[in-house]
């Protein structure tokens, strides 16, 4: 198997003293993710095309500082998602899903060393809506979608400036619920998730006023 995954992120968010991000400060920021895997299975000299899949996500943020190392705010941005999937009889079905999100996140920050590194871990709770469009053989099947997520998404800062900080981020810990209707339909999926993929990095670059 084969898998190729590029994951790009960039933000905008406070002001460094004495090592620690202030009270008072205002966050303007968001992130762009941008994800694609490609699978491919070999048995006996025969190889077969996997599911391809490509993910972009923009997400706005304001928030702020409403005590020393710790804030709150509020996300809103878009995520479409395309996934690639030929069967055995070589029919391909195309699933897209485009949503819009929302959510709620509250930041710690960890002084690590001095005003310059800090770990964070972001609280998070996000909602998701939209549809999911599922193409096979001319016929487009159209299901609503719904999501919940709630959890824990830690990572870390290195400050290269009074305001600018390099960001890393990787996973998720948490609580997730996603929902496919049509109709009188209803696929719920329900369950925990520790998530931790060293491929999965997120890069920013933040700025703190």
């Known amino acids: 198997m084969k898998k190729i995954l590029l994951s790009l992120t960039f933000g905008l968010a406070a002001t460094v003293v004495f090592g620690q991000i202030e009270s008072g400060t205002k966050i303007l920021g968001g992130t762009f993710n941008y994800n694609s895997s490609t699978n491919e299975v070999s048995q006996g000299g025969t190889s077969v095309d996997g599911p391809k899949s490509s993910n972009i996500t923009v997400l706005p943020s304001f928030g702020y500082m409403f005590a020393d190392n710790l804030g709150a705010g509020i996300r809103v941005g878009i995520n479409n998602n395309t996934t690639e999937t030929t069967d055995a009889a070589g029919d391909v079905t195309t699933d897209k899903m485009n949503r ?45 979608y719904n999501s919940m997520d709630i959890g824990l998404r830690p990572g870390w800062d290195y400050f290269i400036g009074d305001k600018w900080a390099l960001e890393l981020n990787w996973g998720f810990l948490g609580y997730r619920s996603e929902t496919y209707s049509i109709d009188d339909f209803e696929d719920k999926t329900t369950g925990f998730q520790v998530n931790f993929d060293f491929t999965q990095f997120g890069l920013g670059a933040r700025w703190y006023f």
């Open 100 to 144: 819009t999100i929302v959510g709620l996140f509250g930041r710690y920050y960890m002084d690590v060393a001095g005003d310059a590194l800090f770990f964070h871990t972001d609280l998070v709770l996000d909602f998701g809506f939209g549809s999911n469009e599922s193409e096979t053989g001319g016929t487009t099947v159209t299901t609503d």
